[in-house]
């Protein structure tokens, strides 16, 4: 039986079950999973955010290939103001280090938001006095290693926090929970499973 599961994942936390040193990883979190559990992707341990977790191979393959080029909405703290050219440039592609090559990044939305209902970062980002902060929201169709800090780095806001928001038209305002937390676990099922890998526009 296929099951399907969301996860906000918790800044610091790897997106795996085995153990890799000091760092918390998929295990600690307060649920119990079927051992064919599987994430599908990952986010870095410096990001949080939404993840899905599957025991379906279709979905999993569908939802990794690179040529389904299927949607992944970011919200991005920048250190800075960050401007509607910075924002223009991320739209239409900018030029990234990947695996030591230079890479164009796919055309993707990039808008600048307001600050987001969001729980409290554990640990807090560090707050400077004299350096202004902003938010913007950034949707890709790829997912290249570091790719969204890389982006905003080369258009000169280097990123502070991350929280993927939503795969497909899945988001984290879809949780059971009002205010979903880090950590919380929601199941879904087959049908809405498949809004992950439909476009969000």
């Known amino acids: 039986m296929f099951q399907y599961f969301l996860i906000y994942k918790p800044f610091g936390m790897l997106s795996q079950f085995t153990r890799e040193g000091d760092h918390q990883t998929l295990a600690d979190i307060d649920f119990t999973f079927a051992k064919d559990m599987y994430p599908v992707g990952r986010l870095d341990a410096d990001s949080e955010g939404l993840l899905l977790l599957t025991n379906d191979n279709f979905l999993k393959t569908k939802l990794l290939e690179p040529r389904n080029r299927h ?25 990234i280090s990947v695996n ?29 006095k004299n350096i202004p902060t902003s ?63 439909e476009r969000s526009f």
Not at 76 to 95: D, F, I, S
Not at 107 to 127: C, G, K, V
């Open 71 to 95: 949607t992944r909405t970011y919200y991005v703290q920048v250190e800075g103001e960050v401007t509607e050219e910075a924002c223009r440039q991320l739209v239409n592609g900018v030029t």
């Open 135 to 197: 938010w913007l929201a950034l949707t890709l169709h790829e997912g290249k290693n570091r790719q969204v800090r890389r982006m905003t780095a080369a258009v000169g806001f280097p990123t502070l926090r991350l929280v993927r928001w939503s795969i497909g038209k899945i988001s984290l305002a879809d949780m059971e929970a009002n205010f979903p937390k880090p950590g919380d676990v929601w199941e879904v099922t087959p049908k809405e499973a498949r809004l992950f890998y």
């Open 100 to 128: 030591g090559k230079q890479y164009k990044t796919l055309p993707a939305e990039a808008s600048m938001i307001e600050e987001p209902q969001l729980p409290e970062r554990d640990p807090p980002i560090r707050f400077r």
